[in-house]
C-alpha cells in the first residue's frame, strides 16, 4: 500500500504563488499526479508526470504550474504561480502503477481508477 500525504496548501491573493509537496512512501508507481476539486465539480486532473520525468498539463494551467519530482527523496511537487480564484480547490496527490506517458494518464484515465491517494491540501485564492 502506497501512503501519500500532501503539503503547503494555504491561502494567497491573485497572482502569488504556492508550492505543493507530496511525500510518497516508495517509488513503485510509474506516474504521479496532481489533481484538485472545487466544491460542487467533479475532481479534475492538472498536473501529472511520468518515470520518464516527461510531464502534462490542464490547458487551465499549462504556463502557470509545474510539475517535479525529488526521486532520492520520493517527494513531488506542484509549483502554482500566478494563482487565479479559479484555481481554489482541494488538491489531491495520486499515483498510479501502470506504465504509460504523462500525456496518456492525464487524459485517459479517470480520476476515480488511479491506485493510491493523499487526504488532500486546500488551496484557497481570494481576488
Known amino acids: 500500500q502506497v501512503q501519500l500525504v500532501e503539503s503547503g496548501g494555504g491561502s494567497v491573493q491573485a497572482g502569488g504563488s504556492l508550492r505543493l509537496s507530496c511525500a510518497v512512501s516508495?517509488?513503485?508507481?510509474?506516474?504521479l499526479g496532481w489533481f484538485r476539486q472545487a466544491p460542487g465539480k467533479e475532481r479534475e486532473g492538472v498536473a501529472v508526470?511520468?518515470?520518464?520525468?516527461?510531464?502534462s498539463y490542464a490547458d487551465s494551467v499549462q504556463g502557470r504550474f509545474t510539475i517535479s519530482q525529488d526521486n532520492a527523496k520520493n517527494t513531488l511537487f506542484l509549483q502554482m504561480n500566478n494563482l487565479k480564484p479559479e484555481d481554489t480547490a482541494m488538491y489531491y496527490c495520486a499515483a498510479d502503477r501502470r506504465k504509460m506517458t504523462a500525456f496518456q494518464a492525464l487524459r485517459d484515465i479517470p480520476w476515480w481508477l488511479w491506485d493510491y491517494w493523499g487526504q488532500g491540501t486546500q488551496v484557497t485564492v481570494s481576488s
Open positions: 516508495d517509488n513503485t508507481c510509474r506516474i
Open positions: 508526470i511520468d518515470s520518464d520525468g516527461r510531464s
